[in-house]
């Protein structure tokens, strides 16, 4: 059964810089895109970022566009999440998910549903 674990998160003042990263385990060999996602408080869970198995592509929100980065590093089963330049309105668990990359996953990669596993999530508080 594939777990996620996600890390890095924490507080941190207006304008600076946290690293995410989502470690999967459990999981044989296949084709997994990964996304990013992020829960204010009383707000729905809202895409990030996401990036495909082979981290040529990589999709943003527009809100954090420019601002975070995206990547992977396969041979460690980990997907890291770059975020520069924070906001208050920032601040929510993220949480990391992946799933198969089917030619579904480039059209819906900003929906739920083509993620299969979740990780518990990380708090980001930026103060401002």
Do not use: H
Not at 21 to 33: D, I, K, L, M, V
Not at 44 to 55: D, P, Q
Not at 80 to 86: A, F, G, N, V
């Amino acid at each position: 059964q594939v777990q996620l674990v996600e890390s890095g998160g924490g507080l941190v003042q207006a304008g600076g810089s946290l690293r995410l990263s989502c470690e999967a385990s459990g999981r044989t060999f296949s084709r997994y895109a990964t996304g990013w996602f992020r829960q204010a408080p009383g707000k729905k869970r809202e895409f990030v970022s996401a990036i495909t198995w082979n981290g040529l592509r990589k999709y943003y929100a527009d809100s954090v566009k420019g601002r975070f980065t995206i990547s992977r590093d396969n041979a460690k089963n980990t997907v890291y999440l770059e975020m520069d330049s924070l906001k208050p309105e920032d601040t929510a668990v993220y949480s990391c998910a992946d799933g198969l990359e089917t030619p579904d996953f480039y059209v819906y990669y900003r929906e739920e549903g083509p993620y299969g596993a979740w990780g518990q999530g990380t708090q980001v508080t930026v103060s401002s």
